[in-house]
């Protein structure tokens, strides 16, 4: 069963970056390849929001809210998705959540808080 761990949350100031790792295991030889992978995030009092998404052919597909200022990567030999983050908004304060898709299974990573003050 595959499992996602975050990490690299904390604290930055604003116009700053933050880098998150998600990390696979349990993955079956290879099918990492074969992921969807995606960063969702949920504010305080709000609903979880959808950031960004990268497809198993490198296509990579952004919230209008974080074009431009955050990327979204993967790295299919370590079973490795990133979130490089930078120009951080106070709005950007969240629980951010690693996901996967893999035929019809969904699986949610833990969560990693994220916050943007000064």
């Known amino acids: 069963q595959v499992q996602l761990v975050e990490s690299g949350g904390g604290w930055a100031q604003p116009g700053g970056p933050l880098r998150l790792s998600c990390e696979a295991s349990g993955v079956s030889g290879g099918t990492f390849t074969l992921f969807d992978l995606a960063w969702y995030r949920q504010a305080p009092g709000k609903q979880r929001e959808w950031v960004a998404r990268?497809?198993?052919?490198?296509?990579?597909y952004y919230a209008d809210s974080v074009k431009g200022r955050f990327t979204i990567s993967r790295d299919n030999f370590k079973n490795l998705s990133f979130l490089q983050m930078n120009s951080l908004r106070p709005d950007d304060t969240a629980v951010y959540y690693c996901?996967?898709?893999?035929?019809?299974?969904?699986?949610w990573g833990q969560g990693t808080q994220v916050t943007v003050s000064s």
């Open positions: 990268i497809d198993n052919n490198y296509n990579m």
């Open positions: 996901w996967k898709k893999s035929g019809s299974i969904v699986t």
